[in-house]
């Protein structure tokens, strides 16, 4: 992948859940009991699944971006 800010390739890597499976959660002023049944929350990893997130990093910049087509749940 090609970093956008800077345009140098980005290295490819993941973040392992461990134990527990990762969501996005749209930052907003709620409960817990809110944010569980949010549908735009998206789940990122799962325990049944490889439980890794695939993620490039791209050096120069600082950034890491993750490509919601490359999510395995
Ligand atoms: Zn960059």
């Not at 140098?8 to 969501?23: S, Y």
């Not at 890794?52 to 050096?59: A, D, E, F, W």
Request: charge should be negative; proline fraction near 3%; hydrophobic fraction near 35%.
């Amino acid at each position: 992948m090609i970093c956008p800010y800077c345009e140098n390739g980005m290295q490819r890597g993941w973040v392992d859940q461990e134990r527990f499976a990762l969501k996005w959660i749209p930052e907003e002023d709620r409960s817990f009991m809110e944010q569980l049944l949010d549908k735009n929350v998206i789940k990122l990893t799962s325990l049944s699944q490889s439980g890794r997130l695939i993620m490039y990093h791209c050096s120069e910049c600082k950034k890491f971006i993750v490509d919601e087509n490359e999510i395995e749940v």
